[in-house]
């Protein structure tokens, strides 16, 4: 009889789960199209907070979850949106996101305390901008290049315009792309830091 109760009990949560992690993908998703052009950077690199959504789902539903959401937010975001990257962009997204929530909700998980939270956050930003910076530098600007059948140059000129110290890839990199996921990263983990606890309530509400 016990037996019986546990399993439906975990199937209950399963199906809970589930059904968070399809509201919490859909809202990312929606937060995806608000981006936000930052004064340093390039036209093509705007910032969006759809991590917060991620990074609340993977705090409290473990990193797994997590993965699973930035997956699902992608996937959503270009079944409505399509692509103009041929998908490099949003496989891009997926990843460099993976490098900032995994890193994040792994330490909270070990101990789920505010201390490992804040850890965890900025373990992660340093993650996303160390990593979303090499990608850029040895990956996707290249691939860029050559997807768009464009000179890597042409990257470097719209970085120009902003900076005049951008002058290579390598100055692009650092003073650009480095500076905008850090940047990313600080907004979205202050949001999830401040609003997290108040959000876990309602979530883990039976």
């Known amino acids: 009889m016990e037996n019986t109760i546990a399993q439906k009990s975990k199937g209950h949560l399963s199906v809970r789960n589930m059904c968070i992690i399809a509201a919490l993908s859909a809202l ?20 969006d907070l759809s ?21 699902l937010k992608v996937v959503i975001n270009t079944l409505f949106n399509g692509t103009t990257t041929g998908y490099i962009g949003e496989l891009s997204n997926f990843v460099v996101g993976c490098t900032f929530i995994l890193p994040a909700s792994i330490i909270y998980h070990l101990k789920k305390t505010r201390k490992t939270a804040l850890i965890g956050l900025i373990i992660g930003t340093i993650t996303l901008t160390v990593v979303g910076s090499l990608m850029n530098y040895y990956v996707l600007l290249p691939v860029y290049s050559r997807f768009y059948g464009a000179p890597i140059e042409a990257f470097i000129e719209k970085g120009t315009e902003k900076n005049r110290l951008i002058k290579d890839l390598k100055s692009f990199v650092l003073l650009a792309t480095a500076p905008f996921n850090f940047v990313k990263g600080i907004l979205s983990s202050a949001i999830t830091f401040l609003i997290y606890k108040k959000i876990s309530v309602i979530l883990h509400k039976d």
């Open 28 to 47: 990312a998703a929606v937060v995806m199209l608000f981006e936000i052009p930052l004064w340093f950077a390039p036209s093509f690199y705007e910032i």
């Open 51 to 71: 991590e917060v959504i991620v990074l609340i789902g993977a705090f409290s539903l473990g990193p797994i979850a997590g993965i699973v959401i930035e997956a």
